[in-house]
């Protein structure tokens, strides 16, 4: 039975699933505007265009390429599908993506699976890429997660479960970041949500949007942290 009202918590898994969320948060405002960064942010940026893609993949449209640039922008290019249903998928599903690695860390074995899963996703983009910038993020990304991979399994050096869970606490933060800055800070009349707004039968502008866009991110972000004290427990 799933201990969903967390009694007796907290045992030493999960204290160390929040203190590493807590060092990984304060690592990464500390890094934010550092070149340290860069590929953890440019890795989230292709998960945004990831989920553009299989929105139109799932809405039975035609991927015609993907770009991540270094500015950290990128763009999915796409011809039919639902486009009520590619839009929002950007940064919605950067922060679906992000719950999806924290959960996967707090066991090892589903860690793996989600190194696995995004090595693969990895090495198929290589081949729809329209800009070299992408190509060798996917290189160099995919290199990064058989080296702590093999380091997992044939040393002492076990920090896999660590890696995958600072990706998805990195995609969260980066997703509520991206929408605030992007939709609610500043309005970008060119962004998914204000095309989004254009669309829709609601009422709501691009502003409203992005505000409930990151209402939303901020539930996936405490809803993983939750689950993840669930599975721990």
Not at 137 to 166: D, N, P
Not at 183 to 195: F, H, Q, T
Request: charged share 10%.
């Amino acid at each position: 039975m799933a201990n969903w009202e967390l009694k007796n918590c907290c045992k030493h898994d999960q204290v160390v699933f929040i203190a590493t969320i807590g060092v990984s948060v304060v690592v990464i405002l500390s890094l934010w505007r550092t070149m340290l960064l860069t590929p953890f942010k440019l890795i989230t940026v292709f998960l945004h265009e990831i989920s553009h893609a299989l929105a139109c993949k799932l809405t039975c449209g035609q991927v015609e390429g993907i770009q991540v640039h270094a500015d950290e922008g990128g763009a999915t290019h796409t011809r039919g599908g639902i486009y009520c249903v590619i839009l929002p998928a950007g940064y919605l599903g950067s922060s679906f993506w992000g719950l999806i690695f924290i959960l996967a860390s707090t066991k090892l074995l589903t860690a793996r699976i989600a190194a696995g899963c995004l090595i693969v996703a990895l090495f198929v983009v290589l081949f729809v890429a329209k800009n070299w910038l992408l190509r060798g993020l996917c290189i160099g990304f995919i290199i990064f997660l058989v080296i702590i991979w093999v380091l997992q399994e044939l040393t002492h050096v076990r920090i896999l479960r660590y890696a995958i869970l600072f990706i998805g606490v990195m995609n969260s933060l980066f997703s509520v970041y991206d929408i605030y800055d992007d939709l609610i800070s500043r309005r970008v009349n060119s962004s998914d949500a204000e095309k989004f707004a254009e669309i829709c039968p609601c009422p709501c502008n691009g502003l409203a949007w992005g505000v409930i866009w990151g209402m939303i991110s901020l539930i996936f972000l405490c809803g993983s942290m939750y689950l993840g004290l669930v599975i721990l427990s």
